[in-house]
């Protein structure tokens, strides 16, 4: 029989497997997202079903992360990873094998929501063939992306085409801050439905422990002042300014003892990630900053909390950045954050109350902007205090939910009306 409970979701997040290890192979802030939401969700009695594809054969085919929510991975196109710029032909298939699922399990998903535009073009897809509300959120998009690319790839008009049918077509997309929405309406378009719903944070784990507490763990000396990065390899995270800001910190002359730069996240030798690495690595070398400089690979469960507590300042200094989890996460640490002023990072760093903004690339003005939290202790526990109260009000992952749950809701009460999707090619 079939199963059209008005609480059952499905998300799906083709790219971004929630049950993934974070903070590496293109694994960050989108899966974070899908799988603490789904959790969230499910605690408010939805019953959440998550779909990605498998990208390696011994991935299990479901992954139960509570009794109600669960990933559940989809055989499309072959089981090992594959970049972002290259899965677009395999969506028929990822479409194919949803709806094998659903006969198998007799269920029929009413609301879908997607995550990033692959997953748009699936939502649109299954929308031709079932009546249902599509949600969506775009995490990143094109027309901002491309505008800082001087190659753009193949499938950058496929995209950019998805991206505005999908706007102009959903029952209502998810911008996650102001400044995309804004983007939204001035590069992609003036039609369709947008509510902001921020990205969130565990706050019980972040913040748990005190800096004394997590440099005693992490075995750094507690006069030690620490500069961190938190994210993956990536040019368009900047990692290279934030590095060149250090090499150019006063600091290096009346503190040199103590300066610290840690640059966390997961790398695989020889792939995108591995090379931007050893890239970063070349100019820390170049500088002279080795000796000051560590490279703590990934950082996970039992460690994320605790570097971003034990840290003086956390540098997020991307060239974009639609939202910005790590933002987020180093306030909820009581870390104040110096941020690119770009995208998302403008709505969570409060310039001079929970951090500093400065302008991307800008290597000068985030030095001058580390220096003075770092030269600044008192300044540095107010600016920590300000940002964990900012995340506490408006960042926990309930408060998204709750958020999300009351849109999911207004949809699924009102009647469908057939979406009439545009004719995209795979
Ligand atoms: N992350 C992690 N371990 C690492 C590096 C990153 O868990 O070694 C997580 C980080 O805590 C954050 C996410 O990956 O939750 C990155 O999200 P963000 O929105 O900052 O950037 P994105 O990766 O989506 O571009």
Redesign the pocket.
């Known amino acids: 029989m079939l199963n059209l409970n008005k609480n059952r979701i499905a998300l799906i997040s083709v790219t971004g497997d929630p049950a993934a290890e ?2 590496k192979e293109e694994a ?3 899966n ?1 997202y899908a799988l603490q939401v789904g959790l969230a969700l499910a605690k408010l009695g939805w019953k959440v079903d998550m779909f990605t594809r498998r990208n390696h054969p011994e991935q299990a085919a479901i992954v139960n992360h509570h009794p109600d929510c669960r990933t559940i991975r989809l055989n499309a196109g072959p089981a090992k990873f594959i970049g972002r710029d290259k899965i677009f032909e395999y969506l028929p298939d990822f479409v194919k094998a949803f709806q094998e699922f659903q006969d198998r399990e007799g269920i029929q998903y009413s609301l879908i929501h997607s995550h990033y535009w692959l997953s748009s073009w699936v939502g649109m897809e299954l929308s031709k063939h079932q009546p249902l509300r599509l949600v969506h959120t775009y ?1 990143s998009l094109g027309a901002v992306k491309y505008q800082s690319v001087s190659d753009k790839p193949a499938i950058a008009t496929t995209r950019l085409a998805t991206e505005k049918a999908c706007l102009e077509t959903a029952d209502r997309i998810i911008a996650t801050s102001p400044q995309e929405q804004a983007h939204m309406r001035k590069l992609v378009s003036n039609k369709g439905e947008i509510e902001v719903i921020p990205c969130g944070t565990d706050i019980n784990r972040f913040g748990s422990v005190s800096r004394t507490e997590a440099r005693a763990e992490l075995g750094i000396k507690p006069d030690a002042k620490v500069v961190l990065y ?3 390899f990536d040019r368009r995270k900047g990692i290279e300014t934030l590095v060149r800001a250090v090499g150019q910190s006063s600091l290096l002359e009346s503190d040199r003892d103590k300066l610290q730069l840690i640059i ?3 790398y695989r030798p020889g792939q995108s990630d591995g090379i931007e690495r050893d890239r970063i690595h070349g100019i820390v070398k170049e500088l002279g900053i080795d000796d000051i400089t560590t490279f703590p690979g ?3 469960k039992t460690n ?1 909390h605790l570097y971003y507590a034990a840290a003086d300042v956390c540098v997020v200094p991307s060239h974009y950045e639609p ?4 933002a987020i ?1 180093a306030m909820a640490s009581r870390t104040p954050v110096v941020a690119s002023d770009v995208g998302g990072l403008k709505f969570t760093v409060v310039p001079e109350i929970t951090g500093l903004l400065a302008p991307p690339k800008d290597e000068q003005a985030f030095a001058v902007a580390i220096d003075r939290i770092l030269s600044n202790p008192e300044w540095r526990d107010e600016l920590g205090g300000s940002g964990c109260l900012r995340v506490e009000l408006a960042f926990s992952w309930e408060s998204v939910a709750n958020r999300l749950a009351l849109v999911y809701n207004q949809l699924l009460t009102q009647p469908v009306i057939p979406m009439n999707p545009p004719v995209l090619a795979a």
């Open positions: 974070i903070g960050g802030g989108q974070v995490h938190v994210g993956r966390g996240g997961g990934q950082l996970g994320l939202f910005g989890l790590v996460e």
